[in-house]
């Protein structure tokens, strides 16, 4: 039953993802669009935040869908294109931060954490490699805004859309899977879990 709920996951994930480059290339400044590109997202962080019980998340993410609402209701959004590269980069850069900000001497890394999670206890080397791997990711992640922002001003609108809403996600899933493997090939210390499992662990995170 699990996997079905991941696949399903997955599907809507897909189907978002190409309802928005559709979106953003033929209605990019309609308000409707940018309500249907936003709020999905929001209403997901808002979940989260209800469930931590995150006060601070749960008043921006209402006041963010506030302004959107708001935007529907004076029927435009300026040059929404600016939004879309300032989510993308946005989101990007705070889990740049997220990542780094366990990467403190002493402490346990995000990915180490999770890794506990799962397995329950961690060798010396296997928290020297979370540690790397949270690195990785954090590199990742800013390497990701980065190339988001360049993309914008260097090449045509319906490239960065391609690469935001398409190239965006499969990359991040073709780096966890290929992670997946290379880490029980290098690392046999590590306990056999399935994928579904890590992910599983990585949304219990509250991440």
């Not at 708001?70 to 889990?95: C, E």
């Not at 966890?176 to 290379?182: D, I, K």
Request: glycine residues 10%; charged residues 10%.
């Amino acid at each position: 039953m699990a996997h079905w709920r991941l696949a399903v996951g997955l599907l809507a994930v897909a189907g978002y993802a190409l309802l928005s480059h559709l979106l953003m290339v033929h209605a990019a400044d309609r308000p409707w669009a940018v309500l249907a590109i936003f709020a999905p997202l929001l209403i997901g962080v808002l979940g989260v935040a209800l469930r931590r019980r995150d006060g601070v998340t749960i008043a921006g993410t209402l006041a963010v869908l506030a302004a959107l609402g708001w935007v529907v209701f004076l029927g435009g959004a300026g040059d929404a294109n600016r939004l879309y590269v300032a989510q993308h980069a946005g989101i990007h850069l705070a889990l740049c931060g997220t990542f780094f900000a366990t990467l403190r001497p002493g402490g346990l890394s995000l990915i180490g954490r999770l890794a506990k999670q799962l397995h329950g206890h961690l060798t010396p080397a296997m928290e020297l490699y979370t540690h790397g791997l949270t690195r990785l990711w954090a590199v990742y992640f800013l390497g990701m805004a980065l190339l988001s922002v360049w993309i914008y001003w260097a090449l045509a609108w319906s490239t960065w859309s391609l690469f935001a809403n398409i190239a965006t996600p499969l990359s991040a899933a073709l780096f966890f899977v290929g992670e997946y493997f290379v880490r029980y090939a290098l690392h046999p210390e590590f306990e056999r879990v399935s994928l579904a499992d890590a992910m599983r662990a990585y949304t219990r995170s509250g991440r």
